[in-house]
């Protein structure tokens, strides 16, 4: 018997990572003068060694770019930053497989989601378009939290995208209520 989807599943968070990835490679990585090729958008599954395998939500090889997003609600609750580390450990690890394969270093990405009023919440914030440079002054993951340093130690760029559609803010929020009554049920 099939799995019935409900209006719990991640198909909401799942379209706005789309469109995200489309503004990161169409108007961050310019800004910050990465050239991209446009037919490798859609390049994602990575196999090393017939062994391990991860996907990425940003994955440009010729680029040497990697890059996971998290589209959530803030603050973060112990979850969510158990979600934000998972996601560091696999782009820490997938760098490292391809060190070992003597391919260097890859520009490293980590895209997080904020609103129009927690932007205002920031001080003098570094923007680009939609995405606004993560600092320890600038944080929504916390000023003294370790995940700084580890941001910072394995060059992995933090940038937070600011979502304006009041839609599908309120869909997310639906969305995570109806996730969180469907663990516990």
């Known amino acids: 018997m099939e799995k019935e989807k409900h209006d719990s599943d991640s198909k909401t968070q799942s379209k706005k990572e789309v469109e995200i990835i489309d503004n990161v490679?169409?108007?961050?990585?310019?800004?910050?003068?990465?050239?991209?090729?446009?037919?490798?958008?859609?390049?994602?599954?990575?196999?090393?060694?017939?062994?391990?395998k991860m996907q990425f939500d940003l994955y440009l090889p010729e680029e040497k770019v990697i890059g996971e997003v998290y589209v959530t609600e803030l603050p973060l609750n112990s979850g969510r930053r158990r979600k934000i580390m998972s996601?560091?450990?696999?782009?820490?690890?997938?760098?490292?497989?391809?060190q070992n394969e003597g391919q260097g270093e890859y520009k490293k990405f980590y895209f997080l989601t904020i609103t129009e009023e927690q932007e205002r919440e920031l001080t003098r914030p570094e923007k680009i378009n939609n995405f606004i440079?993560?600092?320890?002054?600038?944080?929504?993951?916390?000023?003294?939290?370790?995940?700084?340093?580890?941001?910072?130690?394995?060059?992995i760029q933090l940038y937070y995208f600011v979502i304006m559609d009041?839609?599908?803010?309120?869909?997310?929020?639906?969305?995570?209520?109806?996730?969180?009554?469907g663990m516990k049920g």
């Open 166 to 181: 009041k839609k599908f803010l309120a869909d997310l929020k639906l969305t995570r209520a109806k996730q969180t009554e």
């Open 87 to 98: 996601d560091l450990l696999k782009i820490i690890t997938f760098e490292r497989l391809k």
């Open 133 to 155: 440079k993560h600092s320890r002054e600038n944080s929504f993951i916390g000023k003294d939290a370790w995940i700084n340093v580890t941001l910072k130690e394995f060059g």
């Open 25 to 52: 490679i169409n108007k961050l990585l310019p800004q910050l003068n990465i050239k991209v090729t446009p037919s490798q958008k859609d390049s994602f599954l990575i196999s090393q060694n017939d062994k391990v």
